[in-house]
């Protein structure tokens, strides 16, 4: 099912929870909402579960436009983070009861119950209740119950915040794949980049209520438009730091206090035809600790992350963080020098955040 969000504010009456969100999304698409907190992505999907109404334009499934359409009749499958289930009653009843509000006949429902359930893995848990089941298996019931109605959309709402770390890799993997098998059209909403990255196909960044970026994750991470989406997608976060860019002897040089780095003419001339101070953005892993760099600079701290050392260099008033392997046994207060890969560099506009590289 194509979805298509055209021009949807909502406000709360001075509150503006969501404003001119314009989306398209393909039929069979997976598509998160990431951003922080309070950024409207939960807003966004609550419009379009119905369970809000737009304050301004328009929600169109297919070709049907929903704004006025109640919950009931959008054929949507809802998985929230809190799994939702009813704790008297069975799993099989969980799962069931989309059906028996719809007077599916009871063999129907034992039917799909028991496909559903085979899918998820939870056949074997049909007479159990809630309490008895660990969160993995409890959200599998959830995403089960959303299955079983057999819907033309689906809508995730943080459905992963509750579990621990390894569990949240593995149902990643499950409801990704699961999602494809199917084929259903999906809208996730998570504050959690990795989960976004590694499971949409396109991912919608907010803040403050407005779309920052609708993109692929590796455009996302590699092209940014903007420097909130740059400081946002990524872990650990782009370093950013507020250079000048000019052209001397035939080359690119960005220079800040106790920092000079030359750069290619592809990346450098953009930046310095904004004649003034732009703001520098490089990732952790474009730069490295080696003899061979060119910027001196002191360990302040290192922190073990195991397969390799998160380490946070200050280069005069600067503060960079990079990543090194656990090879060398780095300390705090120890001098060192780092190398950037300026292939990698990214520039942004102090005033508007737009990239000086890639447009909007």
């Known amino acids: 099912m194509k979805v298509t969000i055209d021009n949807l504010s909502k406000k709360f009456g001075d509150v503006v929870g969501v404003e001119n969100l314009t989306l398209h999304i393909d039929d069979g698409e997976f598509v998160a909402f990431l951003g922080p907190s309070g950024c409207g992505k939960t807003t966004t999907l609550l419009t379009l579960a119905g369970i809000y109404k737009p304050t301004d334009g328009t929600i169109t499934f297919g070709e049907r436009v929903v704004n006025q359409v109640q919950p009931k009749d959008r054929n949507i499958g809802m998985v929230f983070q809190s799994y939702a289930l009813y704790p008297h009653m069975t799993v099989f009843q969980n799962i069931a009861y989309p059906l028996k509000l719809k007077k599916v006949s009871k063999a129907d429902q034992h ?12 056949g074997n848990l049909l007479d159990r209740r809630p309490g008895q089941l660990s969160g993995g298996q409890q959200q599998r019931v959830a995403l089960g119950r959303a299955l079983v109605k057999e819907p033309d959309i689906l809508l995730f709402d943080e459905p992963l915040s ?7 890799l593995t149902m990643r993997g499950e409801i990704k794949h699961l999602q494809k098998n199917l084929g259903i059209t999906s809208i996730y909403v998570t504050h959690d980049q990795v989960e976004a990255m590694t499971m949409a196909d396109r991912i919608a960044v907010m803040s403050g209520g407005r779309l920052q970026a609708f993109d692929s994750p590796d455009e996302l991470y590699n092209r940014p438009k903007t420097q909130f989406v740059a400081g946002f997608v990524g872990n650990p976060p ?27 003419a592809e990346r450098g001339e953009p930046a310095a035809r904004s004649a003034g101070a732009v703001v520098l953005g490089m990732r952790p892993e474009d730069i490295q600790i080696s003899d061979e760099g060119d910027v001196a600079g002191e360990i302040f701290i290192v922190e073990p992350l195991g397969r390799e050392d998160l380490i946070d260099v200050r280069v005069g008033p600067h503060s960079f963080i990079v990543l090194a392997n656990t090879e060398t046994q780095y300390r705090s207060g120890d001098p060192v020098k780092l190398k950037f890969d300026t292939g990698q560099v990214q520039f942004f506009d102090p005033a508007t955040e737009s990239s000086l590289l890639w447009q909007q």
Do not use: C, H, K
């Open 111 to 122: 039917d799909r119950v028991r496909q559903v359930a085979n899918v998820m893995g939870i």
């Open 162 to 168: 509750n579990l621990d770390a390894r569990l949240r």
């Open 238 to 264: 782009m370093n950013f730091v507020t250079v000048e860019v000019a052209q001397a002897n035939g080359r690119y040089v960005a220079q800040a206090e106790s920092l000079r780095l030359e750069l290619g």
